[in-house]
């Protein structure tokens, strides 16, 4: 009987296609000193998420530094044409002082959420970027996100976020490069693929706010 239904849910995957379901990549955190070696369809991304909440700037991060994802974005459909698969690179973090390096493919991205660790909802900013030759390292810009929240027994029990202040992509390019150049000397030419807005989009957060029940 469990075989049987195993076997028809194979069939039903491929009856409607898996390549419905995107593909996960992995990306490489980039380490100060590292040589950078780049495949010939890297790039590799940096900036920083900063984070303000409640009045008070988290820099520098202890537990709750940012986590983040980003996806593919699809370009516009061509007739006859094979549909493009979308791929999604998950787990990114920062270090304390807010800073990504990592190595990707090169292409077109969405940031699909960023949120600090133990914190929810998880907060879409609506933001993507453009960064399609191979080779080079790209500036994101600074995303600073000023966010009220609300803590449960001092995050014991939840770190809520209620809502989203402010949200906007900051260029400090000429600044965070040279602190770019001083970690990696050797590195690839940097430019500039600041984090914009997506059409039709704003930023909001993924998941309505629902505080805890509290019985007296």
């Known amino acids: 009987m469990k075989h049987s239904a195993i076997l028809s849910i194979v069939a039903t995957l491929h009856l409607f296609g898996c390549a419905s379901f995107p593909e996960t990549l992995s990306a490489r955190r980039a380490e100060p000193g590292d040589a950078l070696d780049l495949n010939p369809e ?67 991205y969405a940031v699909t959420h960023v949120v600090p660790l133990y914190y929810t909802p998880m907060i879409d900013p609506a933001v993507g970027f453009e960064a399609g030759e191979p080779g080079h390292a790209y500036y994101l810009g600074d995303l600073e996100v000023d966010f009220a929240s609300w803590s449960w027994l001092g995050g014991l029990w939840g770190n809520y976020i209620t809502r989203i202040k402010h949200l906007e992509v900051v260029d400090r390019f000429d600044e965070v490069r040279d602190l770019f150049l001083r970690d990696f000397p050797s590195s690839y030419l940097a430019k500039k693929a600041l984090l914009v807005p997506i059409k039709g989009r704003l930023p909001g957060l993924k998941e309505q706010y629902v505080p805890p029940i509290i019985h007296k």
């Open 42 to 108: 890297e790039i590799l991304i940096f900036g920083r998420i900063l984070f303000t909440e409640n009045g008070k700037n988290k820099i520098p991060y202890g537990l709750s530094k940012p986590l983040w994802q980003i996806t593919t974005l699809e370009s516009e459909q061509v007739p006859g044409e094979p549909v493009e698969k979308r791929r999604i690179i998950p787990f990114l973090s920062t270090g304390k002082d807010g800073a990504f390096r990592y190595v990707i493919p090169a292409g077109r």
